[in-house]
């Protein structure tokens, strides 16, 4: 396989702003940990801290994904193959990730929902807000992880045009 020197450059800048990304990515999953943490511990309402704490446990989770993601990274001698796996991981990983949100997260945001409804009846605009959030954050996140797979396959498809897999 006759490699290019630009196109291994390209696959290397891909590779760090990704890891980057990857980074911010687990950063935020921590710091929500925290809070949410924090709300399951001071938190005035049983399933409220029922459902923070649910909440902190998913991100922890997520938390857990990104760094088995980072730990399973390939170490293949040749970068365009190691590339071309980490572009098919990557892919696999951002299909994965909404229904993974909603099957892990939706009981916690539905806990706490339940608990700020059924100790002040007369608010119930701060669980529907919850609810409502927590819906605009997920299709917030299927946008943007619609528009990262879209980039991922056409940089597989540039990768697999200039130098088709064995």
């Known amino acids: 396989m006759a490699e290019s020197p630009l ?7 891909f590779r760090i702003k990704e890891r980057l990304r990857d980074t911010i990515d687990l950063a935020g999953c921590l710091i929500l940990t925290c809070f949410l943490a924090a709300l399951a511990i001071f938190g005035e309402v049983l399933l409220c801290r029922l459902g923070a704490a649910w909440l902190a446990i998913t991100q922890l989770y997520c938390a857990w994904r990104l760094l088995q993601f980072f730990r ?3 170490s293949l001698q040749n970068p365009l193959l190691a590339h071309r796996h980490d572009l098919r991981q990557r892919l ?22 339940a608990g700020w409804y059924l100790s002040a009846p007369a608010d119930w605009i701060i669980p529907v ?25 056409r940089e597989l498809q540039v990768l697999d045009s200039a130098f088709p897999p064995a």
């Open 7 to 13: 196109l291994q450059q390209k696959a290397t800048h």
């Open 72 to 74: 399973n990274a390939p």
């Open 92 to 113: 696999l990983f951002a299909n994965d990730l909404i229904a993974l949100s909603v099957r892990v997260s939706g009981p916690g945001v539905l806990l706490s929902a």
């Open 129 to 153: 807000a919850l609810v409502a959030a927590w819906a605009g954050m997920l299709f917030m996140k299927r946008d943007a992880l619609r528009r990262k797979t879209v980039k991922l396959r």
